[in-house]
């Protein structure tokens, strides 16, 4: 007899990903376990006996007692960052024999970091991708498919045109790359659709596509640019990876976990240059499938080292063997490690080791560390329910870099430039992250010295007030060190 599996929260998702991932765990449990609904039991029945739980998209395994003593199966989604404040506290609803389904190895320390002694079982569950549809096609094949203007380079990006996933932190990447690769021809290819809100720290995400509007006019760059809508089919995606020569995806998205995209391109040889974030670090093989672009936490936000990005990007262009070889690269591994496959054997077996775990040991209660006081809200970012200031503890474990310490031969520049919003308020010019100037700064010289990127030394002399100043501008994320290549391009 199969073992019956328990189900919560197993019904169909609204959002694209999660429901993705739904019919994967259907499809990989359905070979080996009876999956049985217990929302659809009726309140005056007793719950059926299962050997497992498996709460997919539920809240209900910290709310009340559990049916019988089946162990708890748990499937985060990101869930370590989402729900860090309520997570310390519902942790202590389960069992060392219980399991955590994460999907990077940032969530697995972030769990561990809430715990006070054992953890419940955390197995790293990558996601899989369609390996028979997303394979390595002729770009030049693609591109026609597509209608593609005559180029010699496609960059892409693909993702849900919210400011998190810095679509403008793309197009500004893209107009530096494709001046460096002059006279060759560069095309941007953005394919994702505008969203009205976000969940999770909307700072104006309904104004997004004006600004993208704006920023491509500004940028000069609209002869080069194709969007399409994210209603492509399979086969249209597949043909859009199979076009590019590179992924660009510079993402700070607070939940991004894992990313079925990058792992998507990397399934079409498509090597990848993202964001050293979550799910990416664990993804993107530096020097192998692609790059990472250094990240780090600020005050007022994520930031992101995206002259790494600018320069990795360049250099794969204009290197035909070594991009060959990544892209080869890429295409192996993603077959060999985010198959269904391989992903659906690592989810049964959590499974089946769950249901041994509670057969042969007793459950013994989670006990969690000590909550740190609230931290208070740093006054540079609008406001928002919940405030960045809740998510910065657990965000810290998927940056890749601890805040940059400033030296005599760092060069800093402003994260973006700036501009005056409705208010009169002199922000960054970044909707992910639109942190406003303090007051007292506004007549600062030494703002005025980093519209362009300046090397410290030239600045302030060590342990100088005006060198305490300058790297307290950079732990708030107003100023960010500036790669030597891109010291060329500001003078230029």
Same mark, same amino acid.
């Given at each position: 007899?199969?073992?019956?599996? &328990?189900?919560?929260?197993? +019904? ?46 539920? @809240? %209900? ?12 199966? $748990?499937?985060?989604?990101? &869930?370590?960052?989402? #729900?860090?404040? %309520?997570?310390?506290?519902?942790? +202590?609803? !389960?069992?060392? /024999? ?41 770009? @030049? #094949? ?57 969940? *999770? ?15 491509? &006019? ?25 076009? =590019? ?33 979550? +799910? $990416?670090?664990?993804? *993107? ?16 936000? *994520? ?12 250099? =794969? ?102 501009? %005056?919003?409705?208010?009169?308020? $002199?922000? !960054? ?29 030239? $600045?302030?002399?060590? +342990? ?11 732990? /708030? ?16």
């Amino acid at each position: 007899m199969p073992h019956r599996i &328990g189900t919560w929260g197993f +019904g169909p998702h609204p959002w694209v990903s999660v429901e993705r991932t739904r019919r994967f765990y259907a499809r990989a449990l359905a070979s080996e376990f009876e999956l049985v609904d217990l929302d659809a039991v009726p309140p005056e029945q007793a719950t059926p006996a299962v050997d497992a739980i498996l709460s997919f998209h539920s @809240s %209900r395994w910290a709310q009340g007692p559990r049916p019988g003593d089946a162990p708890v199966v $748990l499937a985060m989604h990101g &869930g370590p960052v989402v #729900d860090h404040p %309520r997570l310390r506290q519902r942790l +202590g609803h !389960l069992r060392r /024999d219980d399991t955590l389904l994460v999907n990077c190895s940032s969530d697995e320390a972030i769990v561990r970091d809430l715990c006070d002694g054992p953890s419940p079982r955390v197995v790293r569950l990558p996601l899989p991708v369609d390996t028979e549809l997303m394979l390595p096609y002729h770009r @030049s #094949d693609c591109r026609r498919e597509l209608s593609l203007p005559d180029c010699d380079h496609v960059i892409g990006l693909v993702c849900r045109l919210v400011p998190q996933k810095n679509l403008h932190l793309f197009l500004r990447a893209f107009a530096r790359i494709r001046e460096r690769l002059r006279p060759k021809r560069v095309v941007a290819l953005v394919v994702g659709s505008f969203f009205s809100s976000y969940p *999770i720290l909307d700072y104006g995400c309904g104004e997004y596509r004006a600004h993208i509007a704006e920023l491509v &006019g500004q940028l000069g760059i609209t002869d080069d640019l194709v969007c399409f809508p994210a209603t492509l089919d399979d086969e249209e995606l597949a043909l859009a990876f199979g076009a =590019m020569d590179v992924l660009l995806h510079p993402t700070s998205a607070v939940d991004e976990n894992f990313g079925y995209v990058p792992v998507e391109a990397m399934a079409c040889g498509v090597p990848v240059v993202g964001a050293a974030y979550g +799910g $990416l670090k664990d993804t *993107i093989v530096p020097g192998e499938t692609g790059a990472l672009m250094p990240t780090w936490v600020t005050r007022s936000g *994520i930031r992101i080292d995206l002259d790494a990005g600018v320069e990795a990007v360049t250099r =794969m262009l204009s290197d035909a063997r070594e991009h060959e070889r990544m892209s080869a690269a890429a295409a192996e591994h993603a077959s060999t490690h985010y198959s269904e496959a391989a992903c659906g054997e690592i989810l049964r077996r959590a499974l089946r080791d769950a249901i041994a775990a509670r057969a042969h040991a007793p459950g013994v209660a989670i006990t969690t560390t000590a909550a740190p006081p609230s931290p208070e809200p740093a006054g540079l970012l609008p406001p928002t329910t919940p405030a960045w200031e809740s998510f910065v503890e657990p965000v810290r474990r998927y940056v890749s870099h601890p805040v940059p310490t400033i030296t005599e031969s760092t060069w800093l520049r402003w994260a973006t430039p700036l501009h %005056r919003d409705p208010d009169g308020i $002199l922000r !960054l010019d970044d909707p992910a992250w639109p942190a406003a100037l303090p007051p007292e700064l506004r007549d600062d010289p030494l703002v005025d010295a980093c519209a362009r990127p300046a090397r410290v030394g030239t $600045l302030a002399r060590p +342990g100088s007030e005006a060198w305490q100043r300058l790297q307290a501008l950079v732990d /708030d994320g107003l100023l960010i060190p500036a790669r030597v290549a891109a010291q060329a391009e500001a003078a230029a």
